[in-house]
């Protein structure tokens, strides 16, 4: 897990509570957009990016979309001390998995990293009511709804919408995604049902029962 964050102290608090009240998980440190992409050149093997959004040379909203072009399916977290609807809203839509405000607590923190890690999206309760209009507020863990193996939580959600006729685009506004993200779920629904176009999913889905819905 990298951490991208260039207060010391913050960052060495976000160290201390993920070790506190985390999994046992690997973490490590970047104190710049800069230092944790060379970080990531290196062949290193990250599961989950945290970072703030107020960075020095290439801010978090930059770096977000540097890390959606570089691996789409990478999940990041938002950490930062802004958590107004429009911040929320903006790291949301460029492709964060998460957004945690450096006001909420250790607790929440673990929360949404455990929810990130098992394929969801996470946004707190007392800000779901900011989360863009369209997008629907996720709880926080729960079943796979689609209930197809090597499928995670993110893939299913966009699989229920796939099947209800939805595009790439409507399915990205209800979920708060990035268009990208959707197509790199798509691709892998696709190879984990043995698929190769949308229409092969649907018919997949008849046969097996688990189209929900639409059909008589």
């Known amino acids: 897990m990298l951490i991208i964050e260039d207060h010391a ?11 506190r009240f985390g999994d046992g998980w690997e973490l490590v440190e970047a104190a710049d957009a800069a230092q944790a992409l060379s970080f990531m050149g290196d062949g290193q093997e990250i599961d ?3 970072t ?18 570089q691996d789409p399916s990478l ?4 950490v930062s001390a802004l958590a107004d609807a429009a911040t929320v809203r903006r790291a949301m839509r460029q492709g964060a998995s998460g957004f945690v405000s450096k006001g909420d607590s250790g607790v929440q923190l673990v929360q949404a990293v455990r929810t990130v890690l098992d394929g969801g999206l996470y ?9 863009p209009r369209g997008v629907r507020a996720l709880p926080a863990s729960g079943p796979v709804p689609a209930g197809e193996r ?3 939580q993110a893939q299913a959600r966009v699989l229920d919408l796939l099947a209800q006729g939805h595009t790439n685009r409507e399915i990205a506004e209800s979920l708060g995604l990035a268009e990208g993200t ?15 176009s949308r229409a092969q999913v649907l018919i997949a889905l008849a046969q097996r029962g688990t189209r929900k819905g639409g059909q008589g």
Request: glycine fraction near 6%; proline fraction near 6%; charge should be positive.
């Open 9 to 19: 102290l913050v960052r060495e608090g976000l160290v201390q509570t993920l070790n």
């Open 52 to 69: 703030d959004l107020m960075l020095p040379g290439m801010n978090g909203f930059s770096l977000l979309a540097t890390l959606r072009e």
């Open 123 to 131: 946004i707190p309760p007392e800000r779901r009511s900011s989360t």
């Open 75 to 78: 999940p990041v977290i938002v």
């Open 182 to 196: 959707v197509k790199v779920h798509i691709t892998r629904i696709f190879r984990v049902m043995k698929v190769s």
């Open 48 to 50: 989950l990016v945290l």
């Open 150 to 152: 090597g499928l995670t």
